[in-house]
């Protein structure tokens, strides 16, 4: 671990220790500022600069964050209401005022979704050829071909459920859509209500002819009677159900982790709800029926214009009209290892033993860089060992495919698959059972902890000695959204690293209680003390009239301690800029506290996911990088782990990069201290701003133009 300099942070820390104390409302509200980011999103669809499937892509989006957060923060608030927890949070509200605030500002931001989609894109596409309709509005010729589809392909798989006194009201799955219809029976003249769900199987958008969809819901509405023949159809509206689906599991034996969480996703499925969502259109009696059945609250009934999930935009994003979606750009091979391609492949070994290599996903490939790192790994006989964490990945990972090859190959291979990565567990518990059945060591991790670093270590044997290579990153070993998100990762010869990386495994795997590293801070027990010892130690540089200043990109920041130590830091004088994509609990110029903290935002075609922390320290700048978010999860209940990086040229992009995004120049949103965020695109003269992702776009298509790759 690098070494402050003498008495520097605990000289720092008795000056703090004297300090007045921090005013009491210092610290936004996560939640809302969960929702303020989904804002941001929605900001995007409503961008008409932005390609329009991409907006329509955008909305899908923002559909599917809302319904993680109601499944998740919801579901754990009303948790604690229920279990009678009343403590008030860090901004200082009791869990039901964050719940009020949650429902009003939920049904805002729902009904500005609504909007865009009705508004604006529906149109927009139409105008293009692309056209998203309800029943009423296909012509004779489509209702008789989708009348003919209905028949062959989805009735067939309908259920419809009567509820009467001998059948209960039906189970409603978390998601699913479902039809709650009323029927006459003509001879008695009673009414009856049933319920039909949509097979999530089943597309979301049917096309009736080219390039004219109508939701799959409308078709089977259309058809009731073929459901319930000899009854007269009176009424059907559509609804959702959003339910608790966070996992609670007891790790007292790990030996029964993976059969516990099996059982644990089983319960899932039938959580409380926490949100219904319906056609504003619904009649008021089977609105009551459905509040009295599910047991929800009024607040928790949000009505909004059919049809309903707009998720399910995302097939019609994925539309082939490439002219209304962002210019295709495919990541080329890093320049550090197109030096040493061969007719085959880059020998990732080979240049790593010239240099470390600071990868920029998606700019620089992840296959001809990290994938091939491990696939190289495996096919080489001179590997001796593998040791890997698996957080998230592919359905055909060609990760997993590498390791399991290696282990057949008779290389001793350690995969630590975290099988409660959430929403990811079940294809988690496959890949793990495979692993070992391949021959692979699988291990689940540390009891209560979740192990979420991104870390790859290959031992080699080179002439008489062993050498280590490592993989350090910022995000998770999937191809697939490797060329989605942006993520950071180092890939090193260096011996120390190595070294860490073994006794980290080590503790992983085994009994050691090694909590010391050369170069990594790792959490739960050193990260965040490592860090606000950094903060410290910027302050006292600052006193000194050292060069101090503090950059940080993350994907949230929460840790009341750390932005404690932020604040002080700017108290100081210490500038601070901070580059976060979600929730940020930092209340930025505010006067007397943190009048030299900048908060920015920058949201765009690639999920901005990379974490990197950069202290000036005195003129001698220290980088660190890793999966380590400023969050009471990742800091206390996760293996998280940051690496120095020690490269000049690579601490010189790295905090370039922050700087760049921090600065007015770029297109960003900008967070006020009163939990505000303001999009700034254009200059004073209305000239638009620098694009982050465009620059480095272009930036990595003129280097590839230049060298032929």
Sequence with gaps: MTVLPAGAASAVNTAQEQAAPLPANRFLDREQSWLTFNQRVLELAEDPDTPLLERANFLSIFGSNLDEFFMVRVAGLKRRIATGVATRSASGYQPREVLEKIWAGTRDIMARHADCFHKTVAPELAEQGIHLLRWPDLTEQEQIRLFSLFRRQIFPVLTPLAVDPAHPFPYISGLSLNLAVVVRNPASGHKHFARVKVPPLLSRFLEASPQRYVPVEDVIAAHLEELFPGMEVLAHHVFRVTRNEDLEVEEDDVENLLQALEKELLRRRFGPPVRLEVEDSIDEEVLDLLVRELKVNEAEVFKVPGPLDLTGLKAIAALDRPELKYPKFVGGTHRDLSEVETASAPDVFAALRERDVLVHHPYDSFSTSVQRFVEQAAADPDVLAIKQTLYRTSGDSPIVDALIDAAEQGKQVLVLVEIKARFDEHANIKWARKLEEAGCHVVYG???????????????????????????????????????????????????????????????????????????????????????????????????????????????????????????????????????????????????????????????????????????????????????????????????????????AHRSALSRLIATGTSDTTQSWHLGPDGTWTRHVADEDGEPLRNLQEELIQSRRKHRRGTGN
């Design 446 to 648: 540390l009891v209560g902890l979740k192990t979420h670093c991104k870390l790859s270590l290959v031992v080699r044997q080179e002439g008489e000695h062993l050498r280590r290579y490592a993989h350090i990153g910022t995000g998770n070993y999937h191809p697939k959204t490797a060329r989605l998100y942006e993520d950071l990762g180092l890939l090193t010869a260096d011996p120390e690293v190595g070294a860490d990386l073994s006794d980290l495994f080590n503790r992983l795997s085994g009994y050691s209680r090694r909590e010391t590293y050369r170069r990594l801070l790792v959490a739960p027990r050193s990260l965040r003390d490592g860090l606000i010892a950094r903060i410290r130690r910027e302050i006292a540089h600052h006193r000194e009239g050292r060069p101090a200043g503090i950059r940080i990109k993350a994907n949230s920041i929460v840790d009341e301690r750390l932005i404690d130590a932020l604040y002080r830091a700017s108290q100081a004088g210490v500038p601070v800029d901070i580059l976060v994509r979600g929730i940020c609990a930092v209340r930025p110029g505010v006067p007397g506290l943190s009048e030299h903290i900048r908060v920015r935002s920058v949201l765009g075609r690639f999920l901005e996911h990379s974490r990197v922390y950069v202290f000036l320290n005195g003129g001698d700048p220290e980088v660190w990088l890793g999966s380590a978010d400023m969050m009471h999860r990742n800091l206390d209940r996760r293996i998280e782990v940051l690496v120095q990086v020690r490269d000049p």
